[in-house]
């Protein structure tokens, strides 16, 4: 349900992005999340909802506007804002670093310069909230693609950010690595953190969220409960969920 009493955590303002060759990215985005959200972010491929994500933490700068986090611009601090807002990529072989799975978790805290005996505290906490304790001084590598997703969740966790970020989360995944990947969802929902969730696969994941924000050619279009902008997605060449009623679906994911 949507948290109209809680703090504003993170806030975009005329937020804007020209790549070099003059192409529009995304234009004046003015948005407003609220602390413990849980925002579905949807778009047709080339709408600018990733482009947006990564401005959102910084790994990317606008051409124009800023972006906000409690009040105060990250841009300011940068290193300060990645660690309050953590990103897990679609590809999440790209964020592995460790030779093990521990090794893994470990290397934020550990960049984080914390004493030793706090980065182990870390890496056997959250190793045990996403379910990879067992595998702990594995390769990441040979992990399936569901795993490696909740490895990606365990390194951000370890950052204890107060903002989690998904992008396509369940690009490639089968359907247990789907199941997986969605309940660690849910639960960080439910454990008080922010989440913020590019996808074009609604049925997934829209019974679960306070908002649905649709993009189209770089703006934001619709904004507000999903149960009632779903039934306008399409003509944004956003997908609609199967079914009649386009909470069943996502529900089923978790039965």
Known sequence: MSKPNM??????Q????????????IKDINLQIRTGEFVIVAGANGSGKTVLLRHLNGLIRPTKGKVLLEGE???????????????????????????????????????????PEEVDRRVKTYLEVVG???????????????????????????M????????????????PGVVQVLRQLVSLHQSGHTIILVTHELEKVLAHADRLIIIYQGKIVEDGNPQEIIGRSEQYGVRMPLGKDEGVD????LK
């Open 7 to 12: 703090p504003i955590i993170l806030e975009t």
């Open 14 to 25: 005329n937020l804007t992005h020209v790549f070099p060759d003059g192409t529009v990215a």
């Open 73 to 115: 611009p990250i841009s300011k601090n940068i290193t300060a804002a990645r660690k309050q807002i953590g990103l897990i990529f679609q590809d999440s072989d790209s964020q592995i670093v460790g030779q093990t799975v521990a090794e893994d978790v470990a290397f934020g805290p550990e960049n984080l310069r914390l004493p």
């Open 132 to 158: 990879l304790s067992k595998l702990a001084q594995q390769s990441p590598h040979v992990l399936s693609g569901g795993e490696k997703r909740k490895l990606a969740v365990a390194g951000v966790l370890a």
């Open 160 to 175: 204890q950010p107060k903002i989690i970020m998904f992008d396509e989360p369940f690009t490639g995944l089968d359907y």
């Open 250 to 253: 996502a529900m089923t994911w």
